[in-house]
């Protein structure tokens, strides 16, 4: 014969029941959270005031400077007109191509 227990084992079932509850409970809050977020645009980013933020490759900045891709490459090696790199490709913020072109007719006179 066992002897009682001196704290009483609550029922398996009892505590599987309690368990699936309270993760039920966690479900539902979860689910609601992503329902907010999913109802709440994301703002979109702001637009470059000047178009200074834009960034070229070496032919579109060619493009609208109107001369060659080498000339562009000279560019850059004299250091008229900065670089960003991106990964392992080169960029040229549009608003410095506006500087050069300003630079250019102050030098002009």
């Not at 637009?47 to 891709?69: H, K, N, Q, W, Y």
């Not at 250091?79 to 991106?86: D, H, I, N, Y």
Request: zero cysteines; a positive charge.
């Amino acid at each position: 014969m066992s002897r009682p227990s001196m704290f009483p084992q609550p029922d398996p079932l009892t505590a599987a029941t309690a368990a699936l509850a309270e993760a039920a409970r966690a479900l539902g809050d979860a689910a609601r959270a992503l329902a907010d977020l999913a109802r709440t645009p994301a703002a979109p980013p702001p637009p470059p005031v000047d178009g200074s933020a834009e960034l070229l490759t070496i032919t579109a900045a060619a493009r609208r400077l109107g001369v060659s891709r080498d000339t562009v490459y000279a560019l850059l090696a004299q250091g008229q007109l900065p670089v960003v790199r991106v990964g392992t490709q080169r960029r040229i913020p549009a608003g410095a191509l506006a500087r050069l072109g300003q630079q250019q007719e102050e030098n002009a006179r």
